[in-house]
């Protein structure tokens, strides 16, 4: 079958979007899980960051979040110990810096995206255990054009797993032309997030996501060391004040 990420058919996308929430539900051995902690992640979470003065997440949404991605994806349990470790203040810090970053930034295809995405990323990976894929998982929480870093979405649009940062400001290049290309053809606004979650749907259901590449647990191994216990550069200390 030819890759949904070739083509810009709005219908098959649409269709494949369709099926998203039985796709989270079908992962193997992890799908009753993942279903209502992706809702969480979809609905819930956006609305608690943005109902807060200045929006944040706080360090049980961190814990959460992380479980959220590792029952997405691969399971490592030491982020998850991070996590629970954190520092709620540097957690809320770290996250208030990273989507003011998000929140100044105007425009499509500019040089102000990738400074904007990437500095957001910088603040959220000081945390110890939140690497780019991390990081990118809670800015898209807060602004579904920014995408979630998955596996699917990114041997798709990429054709590899590279976690780093540059790569997912990539990736949210990539993305969001996919979304514009959509838009024009369906004459309905895509988002980021749809064509992500499309992506993801098609690869766990076998429908031509990627690249002819259907399974990806065979990368480059680059994931393992940047998502283990070694993911994010280091503990934040108190020298971040809440700002």
């Given amino acids: 079958m030819a890759s949904l990420w070739a083509g810009d058919d709005s219908k098959r996308w649409q269709d494949t979007l369709d099926r998203y929430e039985e796709a989270c539900g079908a992962v193997p051995k ?8 992706d809702r969480w992640h979809r609905n819930e979470l956006p609305a608690a960051i943005r109902g807060r003065q200045p929006p944040h997440v706080t360090q049980p949404e961190l814990v959460k979040l992380v479980e959220w991605k590792l029952t997405r994806g691969k399971m490592r349990p030491n982020l998850l110990k991070y996590s629970k470790e954190a520092d709620p203040a540097a957690v809320e810090a770290a996250s208030t810096a990273a ?14 995206l990738v400074k904007s995405v990437r500095a957001a ?22 602004d579904e054009s920014i995408p979630i870093a998955s596996d699917e979405a990114m041997v798709a649009a ?13 990736l949210t ?5 996919k979304a514009a290309s959509l838009s024009a053809d369906s004459g309905r606004q895509w988002s980021v997030k749809e064509v992500e979650q499309c992506l993801f749907a098609a690869t ?5 996501g990627g690249s002819g ?9 680059k994931r393992a060391a940047q998502d283990d216990g070694s993911e994010g550069k280091g503990t934040v200390a108190a020298r971040r004040k809440l700002r």
Avoid at 30 to 37: I, T, V, Y
Avoid at 122 to 129: A, C, H, P, R, S
Avoid at 158 to 170: F, I, M
Wanted: hydrophobic share 40%.
């Fill in 213 to 221: 590449l259907e399974k990806v647990d065979g990368s480059s191994g």
């Fill in 204 to 208: 766990v259901s076998g429908g031509g």
């Fill in 121 to 142: 990323l910088d603040e959220l990976t000081v945390i110890k255990g939140v690497g780019p894929a991390t990081a990118a998982g809670m800015l898209a929480a807060y």
């Fill in 173 to 177: 290049e990539a993305l969001r032309g």
């Fill in 30 to 37: 992890k799908g009753d899980k993942l279903l209502p902690l």
């Fill in 158 to 170: 990429l054709g590899g797993k590279d976690y780093t940062a540059a790569k997912v400001v990539q």
């Fill in 99 to 112: 989507f003011q970053h998000l929140a100044e930034f105007t425009g499509s295809h500019t040089p102000s």
